[in-house]
């Protein structure tokens, strides 16, 4: 835990942190270090998701209070510090809470908490019975609907009675939501007062998006047919799951696990054309655009299109930096890497 005081905004901004930050570190320090809040920095560096530290968070959210005395009280965090802030404001009611990307599910095939948690994680029940009560602060939940388990959170919110205190926000981008919110400095904007209309700033960059139930309920279940590797035929694709990024990496990995690599890779390269023509697709994260690419000429490599696989990879290369997968695809192909533009 990291206490920053002094704040003159009146507003305690209780900050949970993402996975992978080592100890002695937190996530999104440096981001608040720039306004006028007084900040509690929280960080699991076991990567536990916050389960079983209630009485270490109460006890330094309790301790800031005192010090403090602020006039508000919001819980922040993206990814595991997403489900962190969402657990603790729930369970505390005294602030509003800003919750980027959580998973609501925890130990879903194919989310990134499996590959974590060491024990059994709580029932999703008793998050869902919580966030249907009345609540005293309002809640605000934004999901990457490019993303699969992102758009099953969105799904079981989408289902949820209505509540007059919570928000659910659906953006067109992948999971790593909020480093892409942060480069189209909406981050910025949101946090300084924590007074902005959410929606207003995602509509005004064309991100805010509301797909039918049904086409969320087709890609979450083709989702969770690949993680549970239960190959399943593929539907009609309706118009709007055309216009998913997200839709297409996973259609593109059904076609190769079908023995058509070639036809996911084509698939993956008219993305990549689309990542980059595109205003709002081209501000989605490089590291996530870059995959495409990549995933295209590995798909290539695996049914010998050598030449396919090479021109694909240099196309990732002018675009994006080097890293090490590929360089691993360039020694499988003896290819020799152009220079990065």
Sequence with gaps: MKFQSGGRSGVLVIVFSQVRIPSGKFGLERLFAKTQHSCVFLNDTESQWYLRAEQDIDRAIDDAIAQENPERIVYYGASMGAYGALMTGLRRQDGEIYAFSPELSLGMAGSQSTAYLESPAPDK????????GGMKYPIHILFGLFDWIDMTG??????LPHCEKRFCYGVAGPHALHDQLYSLN?????IKTFQRD???LLSARGLLISPSLADCAEFVGLGQALAENALMSLPDVSRSLTNNPGYGLLRAE?????GKPQRGAELLQEWGIALKDDAVLKTTPKRWRKSFLIRAA????SCAERPKAQEALTDCVGQFPIDGRMLQLAAALEFVLPETQ
Excluded: G, P
């Excluded at 029940?125 to 249907?132: E, F, G, I, V, Y």
């Excluded at 969105?154 to 289902?159: G, I, P, T």
């Excluded at 059904?254 to 079908?258: D, E, I, M, N, Y």
């Design 198 to 200: 959410v929606s207003e």
């Design 254 to 258: 059904h076609f190769a696990l079908q």
């Design 298 to 301: 590995e798909l290539y490599l």
């Design 186 to 190: 909406i981050v910025r904007q949101l």
């Design 154 to 159: 969105y799904l079981a919110m989408q289902r």
């Design 125 to 132: 029940a008793d998050l869902l019975a919580l966030k249907s």
